[in-house]
């Protein structure tokens, strides 16, 4: 049973790009959640996702970030126009359903140069 | 602010010795709690939870403790090996919330 899978591993994107992170969750998960972790301090809640429904944004900035998870395929965390405070691993979490352990992906590195 | 904080950022421990991470937490509304372990370039590894109405629960090597009445929350690793090096988390999360509160870490390091 393969576990939440992400990728790309690492990214750079130069300022003013787009940023395309992509989150597959565990098997038999329909909960997704992304978190934002800048160095040497705890993960930081962005947003919380079922099939085709966004459940909770109250983590995510109010410009330039956006996330879905569409009936087929993986759940997207897109940046627009990204800056170099937006620099940090993101990381994935997929859980079976409200209030469970949550199960962390491998998350992706983003440098913005 | 966090409501979820340590006490300490660094531990050092001797490698076969008892290592104890302590956690301290101010939401009340909180009913479970989880140790996560991260290692350096990979994403938290779930270690053990416990909910609020239990106050000790036990895993392989591990153990956390639930005290409520002052919101303290500790992770105990027996006989600490090289492999238990990483910074680990506690984490809570309230009841009907889907979001897990991460406090900033405590980075463990074992000596030889």
């Known amino acids: 049973n393969a576990g939440v899978m992400q990728n790309p591993r690492h990214l750079v994107r130069r300022r003013g790009q787009e940023a395309r992170l992509r989150c597959s969750p565990m098997k038999g998960h329909s909960h997704v959640y992304w978190y934002r972790q800048l160095p040497e301090e705890g993960l930081k809640f962005m947003v919380y996702l079922q099939k085709e429904n966004i459940i909770d944004e109250s983590g995510m900035p109010k410009e330039r970030f956006s996330a879905e998870f569409p009936k087929e395929g993986p759940s997207i965390l897109r940046i627009q126009q990204v800056v170099r405070g937006d620099s940090a691993a993101y990381f994935c979490?997929?859980?079976?359903?409200?209030?469970?352990?949550?199960?962390f992906g491998p998350g992706t590195r983003l440098t913005v140069l | 602010g966090e409501s979820v904080g340590l006490h300490l950022p660094t531990l050092s421990v001797q490698e076969g010795d008892n290592s104890i991470i302590n956690c301290a937490y101010s939401n009340s509304a909180s009913d479970y709690f989880i140790w996560y372990k991260q290692e350096s370039g990979k994403g938290p590894q779930f270690i053990i939870d416990i909910r609020s109405n239990m106050d000790k629960r036990q895993g392989q090597r591990v153990t956390v403790l639930l005290n409520k009445t002052v919101k303290h929350l500790s992770l105990q690793i027996a006989a600490t090996q090289p492999g238990d090096s990483a910074v680990y988390f506690c984490?809570?999360?309230?009841?009907?919330?889907?979001?897990?509160?991460f406090g900033k870490g405590t980075r463990l390091h074992i000596l030889p």
């Open positions: 979490a997929s859980s079976p359903r409200t209030g469970d352990t949550q199960y």
């Open positions: 984490a809570e999360n309230m009841r009907g919330d889907d979001k897990i509160i």
